[in-house]
């Protein structure tokens, strides 16, 4: 089973709002990264966040990490209609060795002009 | 600089035949990993190649086979298609074999009639 789950699967809000999706995952881990994905087409990397570190900001991205919860938020500020797009989380399942992620079914944005 | 880039964008194939995708990493990156993503889901890792040698599998049949190239291009081969192998598939490249980041390039999206 997937490691990473996503929660909404969908959300839709008005252009200017903030869109929050939150990532749950089962085991320990090194890293949690967050994509995303435009129509089925190739995904994006947004940003990652390592086990040791709490919150990070990327522009208008906030990403929190609690590894006592396994769980992770993705928050999107001052949201455009160009930010709609499926938005997943990745894990690495906490071996080091391999550069494989887990991600879950992603959270389906949608951004209303 | 020129991102991961996969040929061809797009194939149609009856069951049982076999396909050959193609991916060229980001110059530079040593590590190339597969990914599949079936409508609706999240992708699921199938092979990682770092320096040619394969690095880790995921959970798929023998069916599926890829190898590395000296230039670190890579294929990925899929044997006796069956209707359930219709999917996205996803080529990701970085630098390090190790756990982090990856560029995804923009996928082949295989339809198995």
């Known amino acids: 089973s997937q490691q990473g789950e996503e929660d909404p699967q969908a959300l839709s809000i008005q252009e200017g709002e903030n869109a929050t999706m939150n990532c749950s995952y089962k085991?320990?881990?090194?890293?949690l990264q967050w994509y995303r994905q435009n129509s089925g087409r190739g995904l994006v990397h947004l940003i990652l966040?390592?086990?040791?570190?709490r919150e990070k900001h990327s522009g208008r991205l906030r990403v929190t990490l609690d590894t006592s919860k396994k769980s992770s938020s993705l928050l999107i500020t001052a949201s455009r209609a160009a930010d709609t797009a499926s938005y997943f989380c990745?894990?690495?399942?906490?071996?080091?060795?391999?550069?494989?992620?887990?991600f879950g079914s992603g959270t389906k944005l949608n951004v209303k002009p | 600089d020129a991102g991961v880039t996969q040929s061809p964008t797009h194939l149609i194939k009856t069951r049982g035949q076999h396909v050959t995708l193609r991916c060229s990493p980001i110059?530079?990156?040593?590590?190339v990993s597969w990914y599949q993503q079936v409508l609706g889901q999240g992708p699921q890792f199938i092979f990682q190649?770092?320096?040619?040698?394969?690095?880790g599998r995921g959970n798929f049949p023998d069916r599926f086979s890829a190898r590395q190239f000296p230039n670190y291009s890579s294929e990925l081969n899929v044997n006796a298609l069956l209707l359930g192998d219709s999917a996205l598939y996803l080529c990701?490249?970085?630098?390090?074999?190790?756990?982090?980041?990856?560029?995804f390039g923009p996928g082949t999206r295989l339809t198995v009639t």
């Open positions: 990701a490249s970085s630098f390090q074999a190790e756990a982090g980041f990856s560029h």
């Open positions: 085991t320990s881990i090194n890293n």
């Open positions: 966040i390592r086990s040791n570190e």
């Open positions: 990745a894990t690495d399942a906490g071996d080091y060795n391999f550069n494989k992620f887990y």
């Open positions: 110059s530079g990156h040593k590590s």
């Open positions: 190649y770092y320096e040619k040698e394969e690095r």
